[in-house]
């Protein structure tokens, strides 16, 4: 490319504006990408979600239970492979902050439902035997340095005066998904069930069965529900998608939240870079001028602007994907463990460098088509 | 033969017929140009005189395509230049004309070689054509020592020199200077008019020049008025070089 050397010199004009200008992209585009990651680790829920779940829980809300015996009537519907079921145990590990989701799981179907959950079977045996056993996701387990043997004490003062569970660490599940959950850590039914009020005995907080085919699930939902419907207990049954939404909302509209300050982020760095492109074309005026009048085409003219500000975008954009590439596993430990596990992916570092791109074709344009459109004998009589 | 009568039969190099140019500025027409005629040869090297405001800059405008009269014609070389399209006219402009401006015009981020390369950038010349066209243009300027200094690192007659340069690497049909000694001290108009001089001379250079200095213009070989809107011939007497000068 002929023009190259002209971009590069036009470039290096102003030292110290290019490099606050490439600042400006990098910080945006670090700041851009740990939006998108933070969006992304509340949405994984749902993308990662099985298409052939459905998740039952009581129509009145999430935290009120369902009779145990809710299990084998939905086991016998048509089109359901497998159940099981939870419970929310909502335990704290020594500290508030080291929050990590317990969950108490039923033994006997956990793996039907669960394949991708991967435990090896010499500790998943033991397990079985073990009625104070626990199983930890590896990411949780990584962050507390536990093995498996260890005695894990976990506060709970959901079920009466607050008391000290005792765990034994049988064993440490992987996600085979990318993405999926590791950081859960499961105790088992029969221990909790026997250790709490009366009120709870016996039930379920929640029910998550497989289908033969994700086809069924809008008709097996409504079986479900309609087969409890005017009990005691009614019942919600929607698709593990659709809870795993319902679930992150708890955190309020995270995703707004993120697209407004996203929003804010983009109109900022256009309007900086789009004034910075407008006073530096502005500033040579003449010389494009003198470029025309030597026979450059208006299109070239236009083509010099734009690739000037697309490399001021690619620059800094990608020195804030290498900036977020370093950053992100820090920021995702230091808060420990309140987000769910951030992952800054392949596609996220494209759209990033998508984003700046669009950013330096859009900042580059309107001064461009000013250049573009300059009358060479007006510009020259200027100076 | 330089004629400004219109009534040239031969083939001019550039004609010019009936040239008007009329700007309007609140409201207000300004005419600029009435009626313009020019006749130039090839080899020819004419200067336009005339008080500051008079149009001189708009005539050269006009010839080297960088803008539209309001009527009349322009032909150089058997084309029609009027009737142009923008985008052809700039290619015509790429292969025809030379521009030399009074304030250099130099990309100040470029050495002297790269601006002087800059019109061969739109050809179809490879880099080491290119390169030898440039060396070949900065030695009939004389700076074939400097073509790696930045305009910055060069004095005004050097730089005017550079812009010399550029203008005739490509070697264009004809070449346009608004004041090019304008801006320089007597000894560096000398040198830069003496250069100018040769390219008619020696390379057969077609010059069409617009100054306000009379001894500038006594290089050239036909001087021509800009009066009231038209050229008007002959030497220019005391007077007119006196009222000229004062521009
Ligand atoms: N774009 C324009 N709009 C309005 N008036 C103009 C424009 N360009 C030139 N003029 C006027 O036309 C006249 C001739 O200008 P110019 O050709 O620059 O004269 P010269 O070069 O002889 O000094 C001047 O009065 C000038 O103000
Ligand atoms: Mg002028």
Redesign the pocket.
Same mark, same amino acid.
């Given at each position: 490319m002929k023009f190259w050397r002209l971009i590069f010199a036009n470039l290096f004009r102003k030292k110290v504006r290019l490099i606050l200008t490439i600042g400006s992209f990098a910080i945006a585009l670090l700041l851009f990408t740990f939006l998108a990651v933070v969006k992304s680790a509340f949405s994984r829920g749902v993308e990662v979600a099985g298409a052939d779940r459905l998740v039952v829980v009581n129509r009145i809300g999430l935290i009120q239970v369902m009779p145990i015996s809710y299990g084998e009537r939905i086991a016998g519907i048509p089109g359901v492979k497998s159940v099981t079921h939870n419970h929310w145990f909502g335990g704290v590990y020594q500290d508030e902050k080291n929050f990590f989701p317990q969950i108490v799981i039923d033994v006997e179907n956990q793996r039907q439902v669960y394949p991708e959950f991967i435990v090896p079977d010499d500790q998943w045996n033991t397990f079985l035997k073990d009625r104070q056993g626990a199983v930890v996701g590896a990411r949780t387990a990584q962050r507390f340095g536990w093995k498996v043997g260890d005695r894990i004490p976990i506060k709970n003062s959901l079920y009466g005066p607050t008391k000290t569970w005792e765990f034994n660490l049988d064993g440490i599940f992987h996600n085979e998904r990318p993405g999926g959950d590791e950081s859960a850590f499961w105790l088992q039914w029969k221990y909790f069930d026997e250790n709490v009020p009366g009120v709870l005995k016996s039930t379920a907080g929640w029910y998550v069965l497989r289908l033969n085919s994700p086809d069924d699930a809008v008709r097996v939902a409504k079986t479900i529900d309609d087969t409890f419907a005017n009990s005691s207990f009614e019942t919600k049954t929607e698709t593990e998608s659709a809870f795993a939404a319902g679930f992150a909302k708890q955190f309020g509209n995270i995703e707004f939240l993120i697209l407004t300050i996203g929003s804010v982020v983009f109109f900022t760095l256009l309007l900086v870079t789009g004034n910075t492109m407008a006073i530096s074309v502005r500033e040579r005026t003449a010389e494009l001028a003198v470029l025309k009048a030597i026979g450059f085409t208006d299109r070239s003219i236009l083509f010099l602007v734009l690739a000037e500000s697309l490399v001021i975008a690619f620059v800094g954009g990608l020195l804030g994907l290498i900036l977020a590439s370093g950053a992100i596993p820090g920021i995702g430990a230091a808060l420990n463990g309140l987000l769910p596990a951030l992952i800054l992916s392949k596609s996220m570092l494209a759209l990033g460098l998508v984003f700046a791109l669009f950013v330096g074709a859009a900042s580059g344009l309107l001064p461009g088509i000013g250049a573009m459109r300059m009358r060479v004998?007006?510009a020259l009589?200027r100076v | 033969m330089i004629r400004v009568d219109g009534r040239s039969d031969s083939q001019s190099l550039i004609r010019a017929r009936g040239l008007n140019k009329t700007?309007s500025?609140g409201g207000e027409k300004?005419q600029?140009l009435q009626g313009l005629n020019l006749d130039v040869d090839k080899g020819d090297f004419v200067a336009f005189m005339?008080p /500051?405001? /008079?149009?001189? =800059? =708009?005539l050269l405008n006009l010839l080297g395509g960088l803008d539209v009269p309001s009527a009349g014609s322009i032909t150089v070389d058997g084309d029609e230049i009027t009737h142009m399209s923008g985008s052809k006219l700039t290619q015509w402009r790429a292969r025809h004309v030379g521009f030399i401006f009074q304030m250099y015009n130099l990309i100040p981020v470029l050495t002297a070689f790269q601006n002087v390369e800059l019109p061969l950038l739109l050809t179809k010349l490879s880099k080491s054509e290119r390169r030898k066209h440039v060396e070949t243009a900065l030695a009939v300027v004389s700076l074939a020592d400097r073509m790696h200094h930045y305009p910055r690192q060069l004095s005004g007659g050097q730089e005017q020199r550079v812009a010399i340069a550029r203008a005739i690497v490509s070697d264009p049909t004809f070449l346009l200077c608004d004041e090019p000694t304008g801006d320089l001290d007597r000894k560096s108009a000398d040198e830069i008019m003496v250069l100018i001089d040769q390219l008619v001379s020696k390379y057969g250079k077609t010059v069409l020049m617009?100054t306000h200095d009379p001894v500038v213009a006594t290089r050239a070989h036909t001087t021509l008025h800009?009066e009231k809107g038209v050229l008007v011939e002959g030497k220019a007497s005391h007077e007119r070089v006196l009222a000229g000068g004062a521009?």
């Open positions: 004998v007006n009589r | 700007y500025r300004i600029v005339g /500051s405001g /008079s149009g001189k =800059t =708009t617009v800009l521009a």
